[in-house]
């Protein structure tokens, strides 16, 4: 251990840290289209309003316009069209090749030349497009031309395409389910994709960018840049990981108010959805889209710089045992927003306020566990450690903690001495910190309990041990041999009864609970 760094004063101030929210653009629908130039392109997808589902899409020979049914092949760029705007009307061009749609008596096909302009104009919540007499009809599967906007047949709406990116300039959105449940936003943990109901937006493990792949696109998470997340074939949570997978398509439906699903073609709808047990992974739905496996895919601004929103204390753990090591005693969540720039935490300043004698605490640790709320030495990054000889210490880091978007976890953890006292407490307050080279202050810098010394204590099963968010129905019995036997339900998923995803794990000491 290092020498200790001694400060005798205290400061108190009120802590306010700026907020700046990520502006945030929702890929949707659009009331009209958005004209954009060649140096500049807006791409959309054209759907028709009809029963069928149908999209615009360039024909292969490159002199028809074809009106398909869904699903849309997402990187097919014949079906991918933007609007350059002149005066009151619209060229209508394609992404594959050059040229704009054009005008043959009462069909619609595409000439590599010509620029034939079209109006828009709004029928109720849809559009129509107009040449002349006729309107844009989606009723067999040529583009065709009609008199008459009554059917919706001859109404369309426009959709912005989902945006790829690559490494070298890459565009982070966040995926919000359209389920009807409060878990809803897929989270990257520890090489595990799973689902969350708390939005941090501009957060590294929430934030996806689509890369295009030969067909489909391979889906990328921030915080695991090198290798594209895995969606294979029927599985659950725990065995999502992030190495190379099957590259997924995406559409996008008129019936479903801006969202986008991704599947992997074949032919069945293979979808990417997750069921109330949150249990995630590739279901076959037969051609049929399951609306609710449906994403909103929403672009985070990535200009916006690193800020520390907010800052709050948790109580670490109510009561520990002489001899104990690591134990926390207070957890502090930093909250983060932004994205660009860094946020460096390079010392604290604390005290053992409420400590009855700092003598039962033989060393006092400073640890980062990123963004995992629970505690684990083996995985967190020490920051420091120092003798317990005094009540009031400031720690100069030997590392600095990286703080990022979302919530950051540091924790001040005792490992109490052999020879503390039973029924005295231990405790601690943060008087500031430094992040970069400003000294920030905390007014309240504790919390409202503390931490009990007992003889010799243990826990034994705790929420986030083996992936598992709750333990439930503890149970301890002595064994005929004298072994002590303490069994308890690992409720994975959730704290419901049967039949949800329940273990029962066992623990047996015999050595007088010492181990």
């Known amino acids: ?111 590599a030349t010509a620029t034939t302009a079209f109006t828009i104009l709004a029928v109720g919540s849809n559009w129509t497009i107009q040449y002349g007499t006729q309107y844009f009809d989606a009723t067999g599967s040529s583009l065709a031309g009609v008199t008459s906007t009554a059917a919706t047949t001859a109404q369309w709406i426009f959709v912005k395409a989902p945006v790829g990116s690559s490494a070298a300039d890459p565009v982070w959105m966040q ?92 032919s069945n709808f293979n979808q990417f959805d997750y069921n109330s047990n949150l249990t995630c992974g590739i279901y076959t739905y037969a051609g049929v889209i399951k609306t609710n496996g449906g994403f909103k895919l929403t672009v985070v601004d990535d200009s916006m710089p690193l800020e520390i929103s907010g800052v709050s204390l948790i109580q670490g753990t109510l009561m520990t045992g ?58 967190a990054t020490l920051l420091d450690s120092v003798d317990a000889t005094t009540s009031n210490l400031t720690l100069t880091f030997d590392k600095t903690a990286s703080l990022k978007t979302g919530t950051n976890y540091i924790w001040i953890a005792y490992n109490i001495a052999k020879t503390a006292v039973e029924g005295n407490k231990v405790d601690a307050r943060i008087i500031g910190y430094t992040v970069n080279e400003t000294y920030l202050t905390l007014a309240t810098g504790s919390t409202a309990a503390s931490t009990t010394i007992f003889l010799d204590a243990a826990t034994l099963f705790e929420p986030g041990d083996d992936g598992s968010k709750y333990y439930r129905i503890p149970a301890l019995i002595t064994a005929a041999d004298s072994s002590l036997v303490a069994v308890c339900d690992r409720r994975n998923n959730n704290n419901a009864d049967l039949p949800g ?11 007088n609970d010492k181990t």
């Open 501 to 511: 995803d329940i273990d029962v794990v066992v623990r047996r000491s015999t050595d």
């Open 322 to 379: 002489i001899g104990n090591s690591d134990v926390p005693v207070i957890r502090m969540a930093i909250n983060v927003t932004g994205m660009a720039g860094s946020l460096l935490m390079k010392d604290m300043m604390i005290r053992a306020t409420g400590t009855t004698d700092i003598t039962d605490v033989s060393s006092i640790k400073i640890y980062y566990s990123g963004k995992n709320a629970k505690l684990n030495p083996a995985t």
């Open 175 to 266: 995926l919000t389910s359209r389920r009807p449940a409060a878990v809803t936003i897929p989270d990257l943990e520890n090489g595990v994709l799973k689902w969350t109901s708390t939005s941090n937006m501009g957060d590294d493990t929430q934030l996806w960018r689509l890369q295009k792949a030969t067909t489909g696109y391979n889906l990328y998470n921030k915080s695991a840049e090198n290798s594209p997340i895995l969606l294979g074939t029927v599985h659950n949570a725990n065995n999502l990981t992030t190495t190379t997978g099957t590259a997924l398509e995406i559409v996008a439906t008129p019936l479903v108010d801006g969202y986008f699903f991704f599947y992997v073609a074949g």
């Open 1 to 111: 251990m290092k020498k200790n760094a001694f400060t005798l004063f205290l400061v108190f101030a009120a802590f306010f840290a700026s907020f700046n929210a990520l502006n945030a653009q929702t890929a949707k629908y659009y009331n009209s289209p958005i004209e954009s130039t060649v140096d500049a392109p807006e791409w959309f997808f054209i759907m028709n309003m009809g029963t069928s589902n149908k999209i615009l899409e360039l024909n292969p020979s490159g002199t028809a316009i074809d009106a398909i049914a869904t699903p849309i092949t997402s990187n097919n760029d014949r079906q991918l069209w933007r609007f350059e705007k002149s005066g009151s009307t619209y060229t209508i061009i394609n992404k594959a090749q050059s040229g704009a749609i054009t005008v043959n008596g009462a069909a619609m096909t595409w000439d």
